[in-house]
């Protein structure tokens, strides 16, 4: 009888909305003025567009949409078999044709496939929406969770890192969050894996430094000895993660680099490019065990991650050199960066980052005393809306101190009082709720009385 | 291969983009200075949350989650027999325990009832999210689309009526749109009821009646002579339905109204509310044909519809008296409103209403001639963006008419040229885009330039 929320969702009340769209608006504010334009995707692809793209792991997770329409007679033994393969762990269009979006990235990359010819590259496009993921859920971290993405696709210049790495530190400021922002290069990674063994093994190389945030030197070495690394590739995996350093030392660091790797192609165009964006930025730091996972990036790789607070980063993105070659579409270069705003909520909540003002959900409330003050109420609400002040009229005629009462909670600054005096006069009383001051004017003076 | 957009959705491109937000900002806008709070819900609820409250019909077309996990083997023998209650039409957790929200008003109900001891009422909130309809895609019908609604709960004061009224007013006058606003009170179609067969005969005369739009006059008597409305009953409903004009004449109409159903209490009231709304507003339309189909409605009906081109109503709302009895909370009347905010950008898209401004995307963008001039550029860009002008730097170094052509493309006001001369000189080349006229200043004068 008593409903509930399905797990892993959450409602967001009032004061939980007026505190994401301050960050929503903030980082918004920003990627409008670095020229990014706004994209929308449906909450649900075609399950083809999805499936395949995630890895194994990432196709369970994926929320699929039942067929409408199975009841009909006609449908039932060709959904019945669908169903059977679907208990095998196959996804058969029988029963489901449709998935929620998982990430804005796909989407993304089936749009920029659908309409390349449409578009004006390079192409900077932001996208603020909600994605859906059947992870089991836990603290920070939810089944409908909202991603926020910029990415300039049609151009491998660097000054679009450095825009993006910009872009970064201006939302961070703003949003008075500090934080470090960390850099890395995959073609750096890519020469470590051929001193290590070869090519093949950047994957496993790949994936192995990332989990040197979560666990230990050890655990990282056993893996990749487990992975059948030789001892010499194992030491100079080693002797690699060695120049990870806490100072921002990025000279030193590249020098060594330098040493290490620079003889090979790949690695030297990697330095050269952490050359680059070092250089812009004094404040960025070059962390060579930096890896981002499992995914497409083929460059630079960004993290942010807050100071001063236990939490993992909260904003990420890379180089790619190929958004759209899975839907049949090459050579579409580009690079991203995402915020990761239910962390940045959880951050700013914890340090008491939201400011008080946007809690105010209306300005002025008027005091109702009954329908003889009706139209002068009206009157007076109409004033101020005209002049963009929010202000509403209690809607019932009950006890004054319950209508205080409401106002309280509702946080308003002002009360406006209309009694028989006032009517009489043409006056109005208005009382500030901050100081506690209650004076009387007229229409003519109300705005100076708020302002 | 070629990837496709399921049936009935659609992607927003930035342009679509940033007319919708037009809208959604002039609504929420106003919702704000009238002292309603944002409200945000999950985009799926459980099953049971959704199901049986839409009607069959209903039921069929809302959008169920298949469970995952399925393909587990301890799953199998339960899911396969859930699985098959599916074909025959009924919905079963082993395979569906969610489903994507069908409207707002449900998931708005469920969450009134859930967190009612923490609620300050008259709780006045707004929404603005998609729902899911399994809909037969069609013109001006889509599977994705958003609602936009406001409702007051907890008070069952006219004053709220009044405040929607008058807010349904100011959004179309901001947006441009001409609009007729219709009203009507169920308790008149109660009391209709009344004379023509029994109060039970409710839902038969305001399920008829509600086609009048689509239909004529003729098929309505005859639907109700189907449901065994005898000569004289059906004789009243036309009598009653003759009440309509194309003119604004309520008090000719509410004279009428008095004479036929004054003398039936719940007549009685449904007119004291009817002339208590058209008092106050001189323009709105009493319309005694509007019913507003199958749904909670008890109070105040409303309807809004554009002038001056063909399109249904693009905008409708009405008072309940029960919002959240169906989740075990009784008391809770109120009064709501919403936009159809798909059928107003077809409005507003066929009148072109939308303002040119809303299209630009960079206000400024700087040439890019190389490296040498990078340090220059950045700069500017830095100093624009810090006095909010939207600027970009074209990231590569191409063509200068292949650069413009993109700047033309993205609509920007200002290109910005650092060559060599500007260089030595520290001046900056700024052409105005509209005007054609090229000038050189200093980044001092520079916002003079642009202003």
């Given at each position: 009888m008593k409903p509930t929320l399905p797990q892993g969702t959450r409602d967001f009340s009032p004061e939980i909305v007026r505190k994401r769209s301050f960050i929503f608006k903030t980082i918004q504010t920003q990627f409008e003025l670095y020229g990014f334009e706004p994209l929308e995707t449906p909450a649900f692809e075609n399950i083809d567009t999805l499936m395949g793209k995630y890895g194994e792991e990432g196709d369970k997770l994926i929320f699929k949409i039942l067929n409408n329409g199975l009841d009909r007679p006609e449908k039932h033994v060709q959904a019945q078999e669908d169903f059977n393969r679907v208990l095998t762990g196959k996804n058969v269009k029988?029963?489901?044709e449709r998935a929620l979006k998982y990430d804005l990235t796909i989407p993304f990359a089936r749009y920029v496939a659908m309409n390349k010819g449409q578009i004006n590259f390079p192409f900077k496009r932001y996208q603020i929406q909600p994605v859906w993921r059947a992870d089991r859920p836990q603290r920070g971290r939810y089944r409908e969770f909202t991603q926020c993405d910029a990415d300039v696709v049609g151009s491998k210049s660097l000054i679009n890192e450095i825009e993006l790495i910009q872009l970064y530190k201006e939302v961070f400021e703003k949003l008075n969050i500090p934080v470090a922002i960390c850099v890395n290069n995959r073609k750096i990674l890519a020469a470590l894996a051929e001193l290590a063994g070869g090519a093949s093994r950047l994957t496993d190389i790949t994936i192995a430094i990332d989990k040197l945030d979560k666990t230990s030197l050890d655990k990282v070495m056993e893996e990749l000895s487990a992975k059948n690394l030789d001892e010499q590739a194992l030491d100079t995996v080693k002797r690699y993660l060695s120049l990870k350093t806490d100072e921002t030392n990025n000279k030193e660091i590249i020098q060594k680099l330098e040493a290490m790797i620079g003889m090979i192609d790949i690695g030297k165009e990697g330095i050269q490019e952490i050359k680059f964006i070092t250089n812009h930025f004094a404040d960025i730091k070059l962390d060579v065990t930096l890896a981002r996972g499992l995914n497409y990036y083929t460059g630079t790789i960004l993290e942010v991650k807050p100071l001063g607070i236990q939490m993992g980063s909260i904003g990420g993105g890379g180089r790619y050199d190929d958004l759209t070659g899975l839907f049949g579409v090459p050579d579409v270069p580009g690079v991203g960066i995402s915020f990761g705003v239910d962390r940045i909520y959880d951050v700013m909540d914890e340090l008491k980052l939201f400011p008080d003002e946007i809690q105010q959900s209306v300005e002025v409330m008027l005091v109702n005393f009954?329908?003889?003050?009706q139209q002068r109420n009206f009157d007076i609400l109409h004033f101020l809306r005209k002049n963009q002040i929010s202000a509403e009229l209690y809607p019932d005629v009950i006890k004054f101190d319950k209508q205080l009462k409401y106002a309280h909670k509702k946080k308003v600054s002002f009360i406006i009082i209309i009694g028989e005096d006032e009517l009489k006069e043409g006056t109005i009383s208005i009382k500030n709720?901050?100081?506690g001051v209650q004076e009387k004017c007229q229409l003519n003076d109300l705005l100076q009385c708020i302002k």
């Amino acid at each position: 009888m008593k409903p509930t929320l399905p797990q892993g969702t959450r409602d967001f009340s009032p004061e939980i909305v007026r505190k994401r769209s301050f960050i929503f608006k903030t980082i918004q504010t920003q990627f409008e003025l670095y020229g990014f334009e706004p994209l929308e995707t449906p909450a649900f692809e075609n399950i083809d567009t999805l499936m395949g793209k995630y890895g194994e792991e990432g196709d369970k997770l994926i929320f699929k949409i039942l067929n409408n329409g199975l009841d009909r007679p006609e449908k039932h033994v060709q959904a019945q078999e669908d169903f059977n393969r679907v208990l095998t762990g196959k996804n058969v269009k029988g029963i489901t044709e449709r998935a929620l979006k998982y990430d804005l990235t796909i989407p993304f990359a089936r749009y920029v496939a659908m309409n390349k010819g449409q578009i004006n590259f390079p192409f900077k496009r932001y996208q603020i929406q909600p994605v859906w993921r059947a992870d089991r859920p836990q603290r920070g971290r939810y089944r409908e969770f909202t991603q926020c993405d910029a990415d300039v696709v049609g151009s491998k210049s660097l000054i679009n890192e450095i825009e993006l790495i910009q872009l970064y530190k201006e939302v961070f400021e703003k949003l008075n969050i500090p934080v470090a922002i960390c850099v890395n290069n995959r073609k750096i990674l890519a020469a470590l894996a051929e001193l290590a063994g070869g090519a093949s093994r950047l994957t496993d190389i790949t994936i192995a430094i990332d989990k040197l945030d979560k666990t230990s030197l050890d655990k990282v070495m056993e893996e990749l000895s487990a992975k059948n690394l030789d001892e010499q590739a194992l030491d100079t995996v080693k002797r690699y993660l060695s120049l990870k350093t806490d100072e921002t030392n990025n000279k030193e660091i590249i020098q060594k680099l330098e040493a290490m790797i620079g003889m090979i192609d790949i690695g030297k165009e990697g330095i050269q490019e952490i050359k680059f964006i070092t250089n812009h930025f004094a404040d960025i730091k070059l962390d060579v065990t930096l890896a981002r996972g499992l995914n497409y990036y083929t460059g630079t790789i960004l993290e942010v991650k807050p100071l001063g607070i236990q939490m993992g980063s909260i904003g990420g993105g890379g180089r790619y050199d190929d958004l759209t070659g899975l839907f049949g579409v090459p050579d579409v270069p580009g690079v991203g960066i995402s915020f990761g705003v239910d962390r940045i909520y959880d951050v700013m909540d914890e340090l008491k980052l939201f400011p008080d003002e946007i809690q105010q959900s209306v300005e002025v409330m008027l005091v109702n005393f009954g329908e003889m003050f009706q139209q002068r109420n009206f009157d007076i609400l109409h004033f101020l809306r005209k002049n963009q002040i929010s202000a509403e009229l209690y809607p019932d005629v009950i006890k004054f101190d319950k209508q205080l009462k409401y106002a309280h909670k509702k946080k308003v600054s002002f009360i406006i009082i209309i009694g028989e005096d006032e009517l009489k006069e043409g006056t109005i009383s208005i009382k500030n709720f901050t100081t506690g001051v209650q004076e009387k004017c007229q229409l003519n003076d109300l705005l100076q009385c708020i302002k």
